[in-house]
């Protein structure tokens, strides 16, 4: 299954980023051949829509689920409209995340904000 992180470096051991739409880097990670590739996320200086624009690159790179700290609400249509799952990440590094995520030990992100639009 093809997955994506917010990064905060183009690391494993970077820890996830706080903020989905604006993070610096997003990981897009294969659970089953365990290929890893860090995207640079072009939407951070975006006014508004970023959570959007980010979505829309999980999206079209056939990610299947989002692990992240915080989603906004049009960001989770978007994905929801993709059919990304989204799941509620913990505070540490991205492998410890991929690692939690693969031992099925991340929950269903239930709570979406309000996007920031370029607050």
Do not use: W
Not at 22 to 43: G, H, V
Not at 69 to 74: A, F, K, T, V, W
Not at 92 to 111: C, G, P, Q, S
């Amino acid at each position: 299954m093809k997955i994506a992180i917010p990064a905060e470096e183009k690391s494993m051991d970077s820890n996830i980023n706080e903020s989905f739409g604006r993070t610096p880097y997003i990981l897009l990670y294969n659970t089953i051949t365990k290929e890893s590739e860090f995207l640079d996320n072009s939407a951070v200086v975006a006014q508004g829509g970023a959570g959007v624009r980010v979505a829309q690159v999980v999206a079209d790179n056939g990610i299947k689920a989002l692990i992240t700290l915080r989603c906004g609400e049009n960001a989770e249509k978007a994905l929801n409209s993709a059919e990304v799952l989204i799941y509620k990440g913990i505070n540490e590094t991205v492998k410890r995340n991929i690692e939690k995520f693969i031992a099925e030990e991340l929950y269903l992100l239930d709570e979406f904000h309000e996007g920031f639009h370029g607050h």
